[in-house]
């Protein structure tokens, strides 16, 4: 990514919320309440727009569970 770009991603069935080069551990996907994996793809703007607005990360974590 850019510097100054954000991006939300799975690997390695976990959450990443990555800037630039930096990337932290949001959670493992099997802790979101999901029945499809669609669900899980439905989840991750989600979680980008809630990063947007400078909710803290536990606070995301704790909604998506």
Do not use: Y
């Amino acid at each position: 990514l850019a510097e100054s770009k954000r991006a939300v991603v799975v690997s390695e069935n976990t959450i990443w919320m990555c800037t630039g080069e930096r990337r932290e551990r949001l959670m493992e996907t099997k802790s979101i309440n999901t029945k499809a994996d669609f669900q899980l793809e439905n989840t991750l703007p989600a979680i980008a727009a809630a990063w947007h607005l400078n909710i803290p990360v536990e606070q995301i974590a704790a909604a998506v569970q």
